[in-house]
């Protein structure tokens, strides 16, 4: 059996990092052909090591020229490429059949981008291309024939308790399906005191309860705008009405997501909370594969609770559905200027609920355009960003 090649946009990340994981349990059926980092040598020197890929990749040229000295100096055969010019050829090179967009935020945009032209078998867990554009790459998925599979966990749950057959972008209503449940533990910030949110410390909105994540999908997930650009994910992927996509609160990340059938039926993928599952599931399918991942024991599960998520404790969940009925650029702005937002709390310039208020400033500020070509997309990405900035340097107050 010729093995599938396997291209990983974003391995030295969280996601990345799983992949490879599941990988190296699975190597008589797949190999890695390219892996893609912005400046982690060292690791992406290690990865390189083991799993001995045709091409590295790095974003920044001053670590791909470090990343090239060194593998030279082992021996390395792997070649080394630079920019972002090199992450769109390894996504969609004519040697390549499965490609991972596991890069975080608008980087991830034209290789994800240039893998579904390509028509790979296309591994989304980067979201935000599909809040940026989404229109524009459900369009190159149907053009090309590209394989589009949801890693991100809800929608790989949901893509799953939809009847085998189903492929993304069709409407979901003609299966039976009448609407979606998308769960969210609530991360850290669930019960916590609304009066003492300003207090909020980088470290503290990064410890999740529950997953083990990147810095900046950790506080999206505690601000819940993680489970807004979720919202608007389930849109595109399962040409669904923003009425019919519905946020539960499930605290212990158990129950995946659900689907809400005609009949009454809501059907449910369980699981532990581990992203190797819907990373195996997307690499095997339709068929499965050994994850690693250990099997759910009901017995010490314990109690499942479900509650409606606030709106005052998250705005941030509001600002999405708002983006998302807007239409057009608006879900651009939007992801920009959470992008632009985060970055600054992270680097403790704002406090945890100055990201809602930057986001809604922006999201005011800037009418909606038509979401029509890349071009368009681009320049709306950067006006946001410009009037976020700009309003970092007139209105923040650190902490
Ligand atoms: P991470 O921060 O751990 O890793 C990000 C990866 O992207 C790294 O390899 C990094 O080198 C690369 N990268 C960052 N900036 C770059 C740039 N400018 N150019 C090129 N490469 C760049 O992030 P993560 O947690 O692995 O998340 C990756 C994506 O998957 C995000 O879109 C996130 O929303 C999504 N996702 C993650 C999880 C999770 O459990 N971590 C779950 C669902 C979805
Ligand atoms: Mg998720």
Not at 86 to 102: F, K
Not at 135 to 155: C, I
Not at 172 to 190: E, K, Q
Request: with cysteine.
């Amino acid at each position: 059996m010729t093995r599938e090649r396997v291209t990983i946009l974003g391995s030295t990340g969280s996601i990345g990092v799983s992949t490879l994981d599941v990988l190296s349990r699975q190597r008589d059926r797949f190999e890695v052909f390219a892996l893609t980092a912005n400046g982690n040598v060292d690791l992406m020197a290690r990865q390189c090591q083991e799993h001995a890929p045709e091409v590295a990749v790095m974003a920044d040229p001053e670590a791909a020229s470090v990343l090239r000295d060194r593998l030279a100096r082992a021996g390395s055969p792997t070649e080394v490429r630079v920019g972002s010019e090199g992450l769109v050829a390894v996504a969609e090179s004519d040697r390549v059949d499965v490609v991972m967009a596991a890069i975080v935020g608008a980087a991830g945009l034209l290789p994800t981008l240039a893998a579904a032209g390509a028509g790979k078998r296309l591994l989304l867990a980067n979201k935000e291309s599909l809040v940026m554009s989404g229109a524009l790459l459900m369009d190159a998925v149907a053009r090309s024939g590209a394989t589009l599979l949801p890693v991100d966990s809800e929608h790989n749950a949901i893509f799953q308790c939809l009847p085998a057959g189903y492929a993304c972008a069709d409407p979901v209503h003609p299966h039976g399906a009448r609407r979606i449940w998308l769960t969210a533990s609530g991360g850290p910030f669930r019960e916590r005191a609304l009066d003492s949110f300003d207090a909020i410390t980088p470290d503290e909105a990064c410890a999740h309860p529950n997953w083990d994540m990147g810095r900046k999908i950790s506080v999206d997930s505690a601000t819940m705008m993680n489970k807004g650009l979720e919202v608007i994910e389930a849109r595109w992927l399962f040409a669904l009405d923003p009425e019919d996509i519905q946020v539960v609160l499930h605290p212990q990340s158990i129950i995946h997501s659900m689907v809400a059938y005609s009949d009454g039926s809501v059907l449910a993928q369980l699981g532990n909370p581990d992203m190797r599952t819907p990373i195996a599931h997307t690499l095997a399918w339709p068929g499965r594969m050994d994850s690693g991942v250990e099997p759910l024991d009901l017995f010490s599960a314990g109690a499942l609770e479900f509650a409606a998520p606030s709106l005052e404790r998250f705005p941030c969940l509001g600002l999405a559905y708002r983006a998302l009925r807007a239409g057009g650029t608006a879900t651009t702005v939007l992801n920009a200027a959470n992008e632009v937002a985060v970055e600054a709390f992270l680097a403790g310039e704002i406090r945890f609920p100055e990201i809602a208020a930057l986001i809604e400033q922006t999201l005011s500020a800037l009418a909606p355009e038509p979401a029509k070509s890349l071009e368009g997309i681009l320049a709306a990405d950067a006006r946001a960003r410009d009037y976020a900035k700009d309003w970092l340097k007139r209105s923040a107050s650190p902490r």
